[in-house]
């Protein structure tokens, strides 16, 4: 029971180390911000992050099959998902063998994602925009357009008078 015990903490800190490391090439790469708190599970090859970007803790980036591209002066609040994969439901297969696909997600220039934001494979977010706190992004996002909601949706444009509170 204490080898599994300790097996456990060795392979833990396996991933937190890995993990750590990307975090510290991404920033060096990009002149980016990034919480070591955040998890990418993929080749450090298939995801791009704009200068000036920040992603805040506990964020989770899947891209293990397919690419994520972030543009510059974006903040990404905290518990934020964004994947490239997910599964197609075949009613005929058991839940274990359903078939999986891939889409990169593309996340425009001066972009505000709010806090416990999803974002599904292949969604495509213009520049400007800005996505409510707790939303399910499935769609493309035109630029300078604020969406929340779940699935999200169209709210209203953004404008100058626009006061915005997002939980960041």
């Known amino acids: 029971m204490i080898f599994e015990f300790i097996k456990k903490i060795k392979n833990d800190f396996k991933d937190w ?11 060096k790469i990009y002149n980016c911000s990034v919480s070591s708190k955040s998890s990418f599970t993929g080749a450090i090859e298939n995801i791009k992050i704009g200068k000036n970007t920040r992603i805040n803790k506990l964020c989770n980036f899947r891209f293990k099959s397919g690419k994520i591209i972030i543009g510059e002066n974006v903040l990404v609040a905290q518990y934020v998902s964004v994947i490239t994969h997910s599964y197609n439901y075949d009613i005929n297969l058991d839940i274990k063998n359903q078939p999986m696909y891939s889409k990169d997600v593309f996340i425009g220039n001066g972009v505000w994602v709010g806090a416990y934001v999803v974002i599904m494979p292949g969604v495509t977010i213009g520049d400007g925009a800005i996505i409510g706190a707790h939303s ?13 909601g779940i699935p999200a949706k169209k709210i209203r444009e953004k404008d100058e008078s626009a006061v915005i509170t997002i939980i960041t």
Request: hydrophobic share 40%.
């Open 17 to 27: 180390y890995r993990n750590y490391t990307k975090v510290i090439k991404l920033e």
């Open 136 to 148: 399910i992004v499935n769609k493309n996002v035109p630029s300078n357009e604020i969406w929340a």
